[in-house]
């Protein structure tokens, strides 16, 4: 078993509902079940169905966490229509995305944004998926290694050392999301490597050796051994493919078997 313990989280979006989301979760508990001491399994459900599948994922002991989609840097006050950390950690939240590409690019969040919530979610004790990517014509113009150190320098910075231990950082070229259209293992492992580079450059190469770098990008189950068998590829962050029980699960037992 390779040294970094895979990760793969469904990226449920903006789909679901009260009662197709309840049974998605039940489906999870049910399709992994035999595979948790090999990979680390979340969901990140909608935040309206965070209390529900909770209480499920709860009910049946499963070791799959739960993570919320996003979050507001600040701790309480007049945000109307916004979510602290410490309320997605009060609905069982483990883990919480931030700088997903649907949030840089269509609600226009910066990177100085994504950095305090960073800095918000580690700060309230929870994990923290980063993530990073670049657009097509970022990718053609040669700036695939830029735009995403830029996005890790900023999304990073005043993160400790220490606190990296609470970082799993999601590589998702924007191309690849919801297309179709996957990076191939060899562009992915390309830049996984990189990524992983600038973390030795950042803090030590110890800390690169042992954050994880996952890989998002219509990851399905005939793609996802594949991706996953790279040496810096270390899971995936799933979206379209995580409503679908039966695919989670293959594209799960696929990291697990890595
Ligand atoms: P996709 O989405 O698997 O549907 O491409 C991945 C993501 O946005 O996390």
New binding site residues.
Partial sequence: MRERRPFVGG?W?MNTNAESASSLARGVVDACESIHSAVELAVFPPAPYLLTVSSIFRSRSTSTKIGAQNVFHQPDGAYTGEISVAMVSDCGCSHVLAG???RRHVIGESDELINAKVRAIIAGGLTCVL?VGETLDQREAGQTDEVNQRQIRTGLADVGQREMEHIII?Y?PVW????GKTATPEQAQATHKSIRGLIAELYTQEVADRVRIIY????KPSNAASLFSQPDIDGG?????SLKVEDFGLIAKAAASE
């Avoid at 998002?216 to 990851?219: K, Q, R, T, Y």
Wanted: hydrophobic share 35%; with cysteine; proline share 0%.
């Fill in positions: 990226n979006k997903h590409s649907e993530c999601a998702e690849a999301i919801g297309t998002g990008g219509s990851v962050l799933i979206g379209g493919a």
